[in-house]
């Protein structure tokens, strides 16, 4: 994966609006669909860069498998001993747990076998627990990002339902997000590349007020969602448990 991706990651995290509307809508649905024991313990998968895993931290005792040394090398110098940081990836090389809470945020996308990685952390759930997943959506988005980012997949609703049943998970919650925003994201997504010009990861902070006014639009989104599941999306975000 392009090594910018990995450096901004946190700045972006913190301040895109995009970035700040997953992360907000990712913990109000834990809050909402998790009830967390007395010294709760969580796995995050792949997110040891982000801001996320400090939201995170303060939930429960968080361990974070990262696959790429240099990032964990850079994150434990910024978080010190917030959180224990383990190198490691899907779909073997994870903690034996039980956890109760299990979260995967747009990392399944890039492993090979999604099906092992999805069976290793159902394994790794304690029973009664939370599992939370974000993944892009519909592969006909598909574009010179995702080939910079390494992804091997995009995914509907339909095949996300049909992986995490396949792999033990009951559902409580599917839903496309960044809905409102979908022509937009159609639009950036499938504008033709540059002839000659190889993929780059060039995603950035909009000006000021851009941002803002998108993250006043994913806020409303999220609202509805509290509501409603959406129809469409550039993303998918899941809920599901350990019977």
């Known amino acids: 994966m392009d090594r910018r991706a990995y450096e901004t990651h946190h700045d972006l ?12 809508l990712i913990l109000d ?5 998790w009830s ?26 968080l361990t974070v498998v990262e696959p790429d040394r240099q990032t964990l090398d850079e994150v434990r110098d910024r978080v010190g001993d917030r959180f224990s940081m383990l190198e490691g990836s899907l779909p073997d090389e994870l903690p034996e747990g039980p956890f109760d809470l299990i979260t995967l945020f747009d990392v399944l996308e890039h492993v090979d076998d999604d099906r092992a990685a999805l069976a290793s952390l159902y394994a790794r759930l304690r029973p009664g627990g939370a599992f939370v997943l974000t993944v892009p959506a519909f592969q ?63 995603v950035s902070v909009p000006p000021g007020p851009v941002n803002a006014a998108m993250t006043g639009v ?9 509501l409603v599941d959406m129809p469409i999306g550039s993303s998918l975000i899941a809920v599901a448990h350990r019977r």
């Open 140 to 202: 006909w988005l598909w574009s010179d990002h995702d080939v910079v980012l390494e992804h091997r997949r995009r995914y509907r609703r339909p095949e996300i339902a049909s992986l995490l049943a396949e792999a033990g998970f009951e559902v409580r919650r599917l839903s496309y997000y960044t809905t409102l925003l979908f022509p937009a994201v159609v639009a950036s997504r499938l504008k033709p590349r540059r002839p000659h010009r190889p993929p780059e990861y060039r």
């Open 13 to 24: 995290d913190a301040r895109h609006f995009w970035r700040v509307g997953k992360r907000r």
């Open 36 to 61: 967390a024991p007395s010294q709760p313990t969580i796995l995050d998968v792949g997110g040891c860069a982000s801001v996320i895993a400090e939201d995170l931290s303060a939930r429960g005792d």
């Open 29 to 33: 649905w834990i809050d909402r669909y």
């Open 218 to 226: 994913m806020a409303l989104e999220r609202q509805l969602l509290g």
